[in-house]
């Protein structure tokens, strides 16, 4: 492998041509000083986007290189990712950017995760010149504004997926949330309550898909937020008393105790009646 460093303007560039080139890169990005102030879950996801789009360079083009740029702004830091490749190029890149697709027999993420995890994500690709992909990746905002679940609602990209982030001093918390296909509203839900001394989370899945399901979702949330406990056994029953005859929910729970960490985690079912 070959690297190329410019401190001054926070940039490097490697040449990638096997699974050897992909660790060093994922390793020498996280020891510079690209990924400065990134939280762990932004720090993971750049480095999945890497394993990603270079595992596809090794797989299908033989070699590539790798740009990677960090730009400081006033209000967030990004990092700019190129690959290039001059492989074969995808035949049909809408065929390519559906989940579960593979023309490797493998079950990455490929390309469609890689889409999900950015926030900016293009792709360009012929079988003359071989295939481009651009990616930007935000790793620190310095302006976040909450809810009043205390999440920061950091995108939401209609009929894909809902992304919310939460950083405290001690916990970095992330979800994503996607319909099911042809859906642009799901029933799964994820909400974090702040108190005085702890945080509770709860993961909400009701049963069904769309806006019938969303809606029950919302309504739990909502009623979460305002009879949030660290008793949980109470707070179970109450919510099964409260929901019952609806069309049901699986629900798991953590409450986290910010002065001692202790972290039970019931999980609960209430169906139908």
């Known amino acids: 492998m070959y690297i190329e460093e410019d401190i001054h303007t926070k940039k490097m560039s490697f040449l990638v041509k096997d699974n050897v080139d992909i660790t060093i890169l994922v390793s020498e990005v996280e020891k510079k000083h690209l990924l400065r102030g990134a939280s762990h879950v932004d720090s993971s996801l750049v480095k999945t986007i890497l394993s990603e789009l270079c595992t596809n360079i090794v797989k299908y083009a033989k070699r590539g290189s790798v740009s990677i740029e960090r730009i400081d702004t006033k209000d967030e830091v990004m990092l700019e990712i190129t ?10 890149l809408d065929l390519a950017l559906q989940d579960k697709f593979s023309t490797g027999g493998t079950l990455g993420l490929g390309l469609p995760g890689v889409r999900r995890m950015a926030d900016k994500f293009e792709i360009f690709s012929s079988k003359e010149n071989g295939t481009i992909v651009k990616v930007l990746k935000k790793i620190k905002s310095k302006q976040i504004n909450r809810n009043q679940s205390g999440f920061s609602i950091i995108e939401k990209k209609e009929n894909f997926q809902i992304t919310q982030h939460l950083q405290t001093n001690d916990l970095d918390i992330a979800s994503f949330v996607r319909p099911s296909p042809g859906e642009i509203s799901c029933g799964d839900k994820i909400s974090v309550i702040t108190m005085p001394t702890s945080i509770l989370l709860c993961i909400t899945d009701v049963s069904g ?3 019938v399901a969303s809606k029950l979702a919302d309504e739990i949330e909502k009623y979460l937020a305002e009879n949030a406990s660290s008793n949980l056994e109470s707070l179970i029953t109450n919510l099964h008393n ?3 005859g609806s069309r049901g929910a699986a629900m ?7 002065t001692n960490w202790l972290t039970p985690y019931p999980c609960h079912c209430f169906r139908r009646l």
């Open 252 to 258: 798991g729970f953590l409450h986290i105790d910010m």
């Open 83 to 92: 690959v290039t490749d001059n492989g074969p190029g995808i035949a049909n």
């Open 209 to 211: 898909h769309g806006d």
């Open 242 to 244: 409260q929901f019952k």
